[in-house]
């Protein structure tokens, strides 16, 4: 469990006793049924995360709404876009094991995160993940309910495949864009669970080619 749901939970706790004590035990069940909610919203269930070379894992918990090619300082991309509801788990993991090279945080709007401008005009955290071979760019987007985005890495800082690097609270969206020569192996409606579902395979073709001088495997 997130330890964020403590700190939510836990007044609404002492809030039910106190209104329970001055009033009735049943004036005080709305907080405790609230705590509750904050206590299962804020989990974070173990996941098995695949080894195989070459893979690129769900960065989140959601419905895939969009998988699309995108034109990036003018190179082709694809980006696979994931809505959370506010019944998915909200942690956030890293789809590829490498160093976090760049960590951007812009300001934005509170659209809702099934709309397309979201993904440009929303408030949202760009994290660019550098690692077995590859440059993957995934988004932490604030959606209409969402207002708090939380990364717990920095620069520098080396991740392993699906490890835990932030959440972001309630309703959102997350996008990754990678290399247009991936193997995507989702569509739009599918579920995918963070850490454990396989978005895309990076063609062996850039597999035996990435790297300086020699042959490095890696996933976007």
Known sequence: MVRDAYY?????LAAAGLIGWLASPLWGLPA????MFFLWFFRDPERVISTE?????????GKVTDVSPVTVDGVAR??????LNVFDVHVN??????VIRE????????????????????????????????TVVFKQIAGLLARRIVFT????????????????????RTDVVLDRSA?????VGDRVKGGSSVLAHLRAEVLQTSGAGQTRRGAL
């Open 153 to 172: 890495k920095k620069v520098g800082d080396r991740v392993a495949r699906g490890e835990r690097v932030g959440l972001i609270k309630f309703g959102s």
């Open 103 to 134: 960590v951007k945080y812009h300001k934005g709007m509170f659209f809702n995160a099934m709309n397309a401008a979201s993904a440009e005009q929303n408030e949202q955290n760009v994290v660019t993940v550098e690692g077995e071979g590859q």
């Open 8 to 12: 939510y939970a836990l007044p609404l």
């Open 53 to 61: 070379p070459g893979l690129l894992v769900s960065p989140a918990d």
């Open 78 to 83: 694809v980006r696979i876009s994931i809505f």
């Open 93 to 98: 993991r890293s789809p590829i094991s490498g």
């Open 32 to 35: 405790v049924l609230l705590a």
């Open 183 to 187: 193997d995507v192996q989702v569509k």
